[in-house]
């Protein structure tokens, strides 16, 4: 089948779905506030999880899906990718671009978006890349197959802005004059942040000059009012890092300006600075096992991830792509061997610890009443490599079905 002709088929599923109330009968339900519930019904009403317990009476005619032996659990969350974005995702032309916002050209169409959702995958934290020091925001995105870009971006989620440390920053090209050292990336970024704090002073006080009457005002500049934003607490920094040393660099310029970073991405060294990083309220969003791809990323040990556990840190996995996004329930159920989580625990690496780092901990990542129903069916055990995802729910409505896709049907994948 050709692509073309597998956006639209797809696109035809999505709009044949329906928004109904829905209750999910004898499932395992995963939660983190009242553990694992065995044969369980949840019913879902108005995009939110309305009821969760036994034997739940319904209205005559509410939708009902049968999921004995099956897991339930919340929606994944990746809070580190690229995808659903057209037109590249790093703005080179120079080393400071926070004006750029990756809102401005999100794309629905992108076939990774259903590929995700076969994973169980319901929400992304879409990003900048790692080009510039300070590079672009980022857009967090439901996903909301076959709807709009407005439709599928989360207004709700902490606005971010993408910073980036060590070889990327330094080697990149664009024909820009870039800074040659790890010293010369911090040095950057304190210029950076130092004319912003200015700004505001500039656009406060009278141009000087020979003019009569009103002052003319200074020229807005786009790209230091989302500074500004940054220190007046408004964004906060999801910084590409793997070093310890150069990630202890920023943390000494957060203090001196006053802004948060909200996680350190890859950071492979994290294990280093657990202490400094549990103190500092930073969390990491990183690959469970995936290291030694270049230079920086070859100090790291999966077993680091038990340390930075008993420390506090929050961990969230990540894919970086849209492949390891489809297995992230697999990468999860590593952290059962290498940091010594307990299977709740190990869950919490996908949904509710990057929810807690896109600032969404209050309406998605958990399985509550009230919350978005944001959920993703297993045939087995969710943290298994063994198991599949036979459902993916956003807020009460099924995005992917493995039973009734049709692709998967004519794949051979899936019986008729």
């Given at each position: 089948m050709k692509t073309g002709a597998l956006i639209i088929g797809l696109l035809v599923l999505a709009a044949g779905l329906n928004g109904r109330d829905l209750?999910?009968?004898h499932g395992t339900v995963y939660t983190f506030d009242r553990g694992v519930l065995a044969d369980t019904d949840l019913l879902l009403r108005d995009g939110r999880i309305f009821r969760i317990g036994k034997d739940l009476k319904t209205a005559s005619g509410t939708e009902e899906i049968d999921l004995q032996g099956k897991a339930v659990i919340p929606g994944i969350i990746d809070s580190h990718t690229h995808i659903a974005l057209l037109g590249g995702i790093n703005e080179a032309a120079e080393n400071v671009t926070p004006e750029v916002d990756m809102a401005d050209q999100v794309n629905p169409d992108d076939p990774s978006i259903f590929y995700c959702l076969t994973g169980g995958v319901t929400m992304v934290?879409?990003?900048?890349?790692?080009a510039n020091p300070i590079g672009g925001r980022n857009?967090?995105?439901?996903?909301?197959?076959?709807?709009?870009?407005?439709?599928?971006?989360?207004?709700?989620?902490?606005?971010?802005?993408?910073?980036?440390?060590?070889?990327?920053?330094?080697?990149?090209?664009?024909?820009?004059?870039?800074?040659?050292?790890?010293?010369?990336?911090?040095?950057?970024?304190?210029?950076?942040?130092?004319?912003?704090?200015?700004?505001?002073?500039?656009?406060?006080?009278?141009?000087?000059?020979?003019?009569?009457?009103?002052?003319?005002?200074?020229?807005?500049?786009?790209?230091?009012?989302?500074l500004q934003q940054l220190l007046k607490g408004e964004l906060v920094v999801r910084c590409h890092s793997y070093r310890a040393d150069e990630s202890l660099q920023l943390i000494r310029l957060a203090k001196e300006f006053g802004f948060t970073i909200r996680a350190f991405e890859h950071l492979h060294q994290a294990y280093r600075i657990a202490d400094e990083l549990a103190a500092a309220g930073i969390g990491i969003s990183v690959f469970a096992d995936n290291w030694n791809y270049k230079t920086e990323a070859s100090e790291f040990t999966p077993f680091g991830m038990e340390l930075l556990h008993r420390k506090g840190v929050v961990i969230a996995l990540n894919s970086d792509t849209s492949e390891i996004m489809r297995r992230l329930y697999m990468e999860a159920g590593k952290m059962r061997r290498y940091a010594g989580m307990s299977d709740l625990e190990a869950l919490k690496t996908i949904t509710l610890n990057p929810a807690r780092l896109l600032g969404v901990e209050g309406f998605a990542g958990s399985i509550r009443e009230g919350f978005d129903a944001d959920l993703a069916v297993f045939d087995g055990d969710p943290l298994s490599g063994a198991s599949k995802c036979v459902l993916t729910i956003i807020e009460g409505r099924i995005y992917f079905n493995r039973e009734k896709d049709s692709r998967l049907k004519e794949s051979g994948e899936v019986k008729s």
């Open positions: 209750v999910l009968r934290h879409t990003m900048h890349g790692s857009v967090t995105l439901k996903l909301k197959w076959g709807g709009s870009a407005e439709e599928m971006i989360e207004n709700r989620a902490t606005r971010t802005l993408k910073m980036a440390l060590g070889e990327n920053p330094k080697r990149a090209g664009g024909g820009k004059t870039l800074p040659s050292t790890r010293m010369g990336v911090t040095a950057v970024i304190r210029d950076a942040l130092i004319e912003a704090r200015a700004y505001a002073r500039k656009r406060s006080v009278p141009a000087r000059g020979k003019v009569r009457g009103p002052y003319p005002p200074q020229a807005r500049n786009l790209r230091l009012e989302v």
